[in-house]
């Protein structure tokens, strides 16, 4: 009876034994998982971070450039040498035939340089959108590769 117990003894320590290294052999494997995961999460974050930095730049620069021609327009109108240019060239007109055919000419210079000016804008924002769907796609493609991976 002794040698039996022994024997049950023994055989639920061999099983406990076996629980044992089961249980830890899966915690090994989720403490990989977690890392895996952990490592994914760092290298998106860290991506996010340099992307949203390469935008703040690019915002920076595009302000700075906005500014610096504000100032050149500010600086033309305020421009005393300019004003003094124009009002020669307006003095210089003998007719109002030849005033009318300067305002033509100038309003076509305007209507060409508003025209210039939209397909710039249009150009900027067609590249804004190529960019946010470049980006879209990128961010899909790592999602979908640490999806599958």
């Known amino acids: 009876m002794t040698e039996e117990l022994t024997q049950q003894w023994l055989a639920e320590i061999k099983a406990l034994k076996q629980q044992v290294a089961e249980l830890q ?4 494997a989720g403490w990989q998982s977690a890392e895996k995961w952990r490592k994914l999460y760092n290298t998106e974050a ?13 915002i920076t620069s595009l302000k700075a450039q906005i500014q610096q021609i504000q100032g050149i327009e500010e600086a033309r109108l305020e421009d005393p040498t300019a004003t003094a240019a124009i009002q020669q060239q307006v003095e210089q007109l003998k007719s109002v035939e030849e005033l009318q055919a300067k305002l033509i000419e100038v309003i076509k210079e305007r209507d060409r340089l508003l025209q ?9 924002a067609q590249t804004r959108r190529s ?19």
């Open 25 to 28: 052999a899966e915690r090994d």
């Open 46 to 58: 860290e991506q996010r971070r340099s992307d949203a930095q390469m935008a703040q730049q690019t």
């Open 116 to 124: 210039a000016l939209k397909t710039e804008q249009d150009n900027h």
């Open 131 to 149: 960019l946010t769907t470049a980006l879209g796609d990128a961010i899909d493609g790592l999602t979908r590769e640490r999806e599958g991976g």
